[in-house]
């Protein structure tokens, strides 16, 4: 998985420590040829580029980018543009997922939305993992629905999570896929799937949760997970009675301290409960909740 | 400045608020045509991404990528990658600007190392500046060295910064470029030019302080500076007598604070005081300094 790249301000990490070489030159007061510059794992971001560029290095090897297939399933889905029938929902969830794939680091191939028959489904995922490491679905997977995906997952491989105590997120699916008529596994392993719910909110919390992380695991982040800060809550964070609630807060100063308020409605449909959200603050599953006044530690998406 | 794009997953803003409107459909729970759902100068992200998708919009109206000629100055440059001779460095600066322009959110057209006399270096610019909404040069506006870049951008508009009270990035330069035989305006105002210092150090922190702003400034961006956070000075943090000083500091938690070390020696040449740093901390120019303890407001870069 680890790639020569020319020096191109991407942003990208190094799989083993750089050090300054022979072809050393003046990088700062304090390095000698064969002191350690850059760690395993570290981001690539515009000092650190310098850095490696001040030593002479035309190019570097980093860890290349996960590519990842995307499809979105249900019947109820439109492209977005077209109008919607009685029933039909705008495909929204392709687009925030797309940009949230990006932003992880991942190559996209979008596949658009799923066909609704088996054969022509496993035909067109079959040949998308061809050329992926992972596969991204969003919707399909609830009791209920027309659901074609886990059977897909389960004739590819093995489905080990089919349902988390997570709110939202209820429906969120994990599979590895290695059996035929896939190709070999991956030379770094088998390939991944991600079944996130159908409501928007479900699969992008899923995401933050578990893909995002996996993505940046693939490569080769040192820090897999959103930073944490300590923030007050400045509102009651009602719990749910069997599952870890995930809830979308807006941050403020308030002197020394953050000051976390709810987006209002945190129902799983509601994508403008996580527009504008500057964290997701973890409350357990339970009837105690936390109380306005708490100090909690806080998922950072972006600072106010 | 601003144009139709496609739903691509981008980061980018919204010029001005975006409502729901004839064409909405199910975003939310609490949302009726005629609601705004994203503010001007919105980042849009991939919770925004999805409730504009929602809508069943394929398009949205965002303001354009900033256009940035990239330029390298200075005898002492090689092509990274070529063998410096005696008294030679890489030209490092490029690809730390190129990345740094990149993360804030621009466009940019290298140029490369700058022609070494003035004509071919004038035809250079004024070719590059008929499709670029700014230039950013490297090394070359300090007293006392071959400097080609201060006369030329006084003849080709108005030079209103030639020096700061600023530690690193002394000599950072500031013009309007107006003048013939540059095409004429762009609609939006004058092209802009930032010299920026030699010093790696110097024009990384330069770039933080003046540049990165005014790029986010013409993206139409509602936050054009970086976050601060109180932070407790886990060091002595001496003062330059005449000059504010942008030190350089690692982050740490301990308990509910964030606790800022120095990375070691700030020469403006080290930039390895800047690779890994989470934040810059602003000391005052004076005899005074901040004492260890202290709380600061820091420019929070990245997160521990």
Wanted: no cysteine.
């Amino acid at each position: 998985m680890v790639e020569d790249v020319q020096l191109s301000g991407d942003t990208v990490t190094v799989p083993g420590p750089l050090k300054a070489g022979a072809n050393f030159h003046k990088v700062g007061d304090d390095l000698k040829p064969g002191d350690r510059i850059l760690a395993a794992g570290t981001q690539l971001g515009a000092a650190e580029i310098g850095v490696a560029a001040a030593t002479g290095r035309a190019s570097l090897p980093v860890r290349r980018r996960p590519r990842v297939a995307l499809m979105s399933t249900g019947d109820e889905l439109v492209e977005v543009g077209n109008r919607p029938g009685p029933g039909q929902i705008p495909d929204s969830n392709r687009w925030a997922l797309l940009a949230a794939l990006r932003e992880a680091g991942a190559e996209v191939n979008v596949l658009g939305i799923a066909p609704d028959e088996a054969e022509p489904l496993r035909a067109l995922v079959v040949d998308a993992l061809g050329d992926a490491d992972a596969l991204v679905t969003s919707g399909g997977v609830s009791v209920g629905t027309h659901d074609l995906v886990k059977p897909l997952l389960e004739s590819l491989g093995t489905v080990h999570v089919g349902r988390v105590k997570l709110k939202p997120g209820k429906p969120f699916t994990f599979a590895t896929l290695g059996h035929a008529p896939l190709p070999d596994p991956l030379p770094w392993g088998e390939r991944v799937a991600f079944g996130l719910p159908g409501f928007p909110v479900s699969s992008l919390v899923t995401f933050e949760v578990f893909v995002r992380p996996a993505l940046r695991k693939m490569q080769g982040f040192a820090q897999l997970h959103r930073p944490t800060l300590p923030v007050r809550l400045g509102y009651d964070a009602r719990p749910t009675a069997d599952r870890t609630e995930y809830q979308r807060v807006t941050l403020r100063r308030d002197g020394l301290e953050l000051i976390a308020e709810t987006t209002g409605s945190q129902s799983s449909s509601r994508l403008m409960s996580l527009a504008g959200a500057h964290a997701l603050v973890k409350v357990p599953a339970g009837d105690q909740g936390i109380i306005a006044g708490s100090i909690v530690e806080a998922m950072i998406l972006s600072l106010p």
